[in-house]
């Protein structure tokens, strides 16, 4: 009887990628307004429906919870965001010199893009705005929680 010869296999490595969300549009807003008439006035030039919401997760931490988020009641409408959670603490500390963020849960073209963008920058109170178009995962795991 011959002695087998122990098979060698080859490890593979597989590397998980995760799928960017092309359906999240991010938009950085400084502001002179306040979040209930930042909201009014996107809503009248965006003809969204933002509404202030409870936040009375209990899962939550106390600094999310206290934060005002006006969001759309639809699931994966719009949100509005203050991006300042603490003295500190922004959800992107890139764009810290940034008072909200307004997250569009819809497919968008590039065009639709320019478009939302152009008009955002017209409303009076909006002191300038930019697309936040390197989305970090911490930034999209917040905007899940809503």
Not at 22 to 37: D, Q, S, W
């Amino acid at each position: 009887m011959g002695a087998k010869k122990p098979v060698s296999k080859s490890l593979q490595k597989v590397k998980l990628v995760e799928q960017p969300n092309h359906t999240l549009t991010l938009f950085a807003i400084c502001t002179t307004e306040n979040g209930y008439r930042l909201s009014w006035l996107l809503n009248s030039a965006l003809s969204l429906n933002l509404q202030r919401q409870e936040l009375n997760f209990e899962e939550l931490p106390p600094v999310i919870s206290k934060l005002d988020i006006f969001a759309e009641a639809q699931n994966n409408g719009a949100i509005l965001l203050p991006n300042k959670l603490e003295p500190s603490k922004f959800i992107t500390s890139k764009h810290k010199q940034f008072d909200y963020l307004l997250v569009l849960h819809q497919q968008l073209t590039d065009k639709d893009i320019t478009l939302i963008e152009s008009t955002l920058k017209k409303i009076p109170g909006i002191v300038a705005t930019i697309q936040i178009t390197e989305l970090e995962k911490k930034i999209v795991e917040f905007v899940n929680l809503f």
